[in-house]
């Protein structure tokens, strides 16, 4: 299994410009979640899926971040528009419902920088 | 508010030896806690994980303790390998959701 693909790896972005970050789970996944690293806040939850429908968004830091599951396979996180400070490095991971141990497999995660 | 704390952010231990890595939280009604390492350029991988309703959980080097009543896991890599080396995130989830929060995590150092 190729595990959670994530792309870009990388984005350097103007202040204002939109960003659309993408994730594809592992296959078999019901379940995907969007983090965010920073140095000051850590690793936080911004959203998760299950079955493509979102149950919780609650870490979304405002409206100008949005995020879709339009299907099983496929996930966008968009911020619209950026600002600095929203540079930081965003995972996304999935998991199964049957899975062992709570267990999530995160991808390598976007390191966006925003100019 | 931090919910899940980790207080040392850096640890440095020596090749052979123990490493102990400490977390504290807060919320009682969290029931599964995990540990994470994570190696640069990288995303978290998971390491080992503990119910609420067990107090040690052993996986070859690496086991975790719960102390529920102190609000305390730690968990214990022996012997320590310089491959260790990374940052450890503890986790913990509240109410058998899937909702994951994280601590703020421990760079570990094992010299060779």
């Known amino acids: 299994d190729a595990g959670v693909i994530q792309s870009p790896r990388h984005e350097v972005t103007e202040m204002g410009q939109e960003v659309t970050l993408r994730c594809k789970p592992i296959?078999?996944?019901?379940?995907l979640f969007w983090y965010r690293q920073t140095m000051m806040r850590g690793l936080e939850l911004l959203i998760y899926?299950?079955?493509?429908?979102?149950?919780?968004d609650s870490g979304m830091p405002e409206d100008r971040f949005s995020a879709k599951m339009p299907n099983a396979s496929f996930s966008t996180l968009k911020i619209q528009p950026s600002e600095p400070r929203d540079s930081a490095v965003y995972f996304c991971?999935?998991?199964?419902?049957?899975?062992?141990?709570?267990?999530?497999?995160f991808g390598p995660g976007t390191r966006l920088t925003v100019l | 508010d931090q919910q899940v704390k980790q207080n040392s952010p850096s640890l440095s231990v020596q090749e052979g030896r123990i490493s102990i890595l400490n977390c504290d939280y807060t919320n009682s009604m969290f029931d599964y806690f995990l540990w994470y390492k994570k190696y640069p350029a990288e995303g978290p991988t998971f390491l080992i994980s503990i119910s609420s309703i067990k107090d040690k959980n052993e996986d070859g080097r690496f086991t975790v303790f719960l102390n529920k009543s102190a609000k305390h896991l730690s968990l214990h890599i022996v012997p320590s390998q310089p491959g260790d080396s990374a940052v450890y995130f503890c986790a913990a989830t509240p109410d058998s959701s899937y909702k994951l929060i994280f601590g703020s995590g421990t760079r570990l150092l094992v010299r060779p």
């Open positions: 899926f299950n079955n493509n429908v979102p149950i919780d």
């Open positions: 296959s078999g996944h019901d379940y």
């Open positions: 991971a999935s998991s199964s419902v049957v899975g062992l141990n709570n267990e999530q497999f």
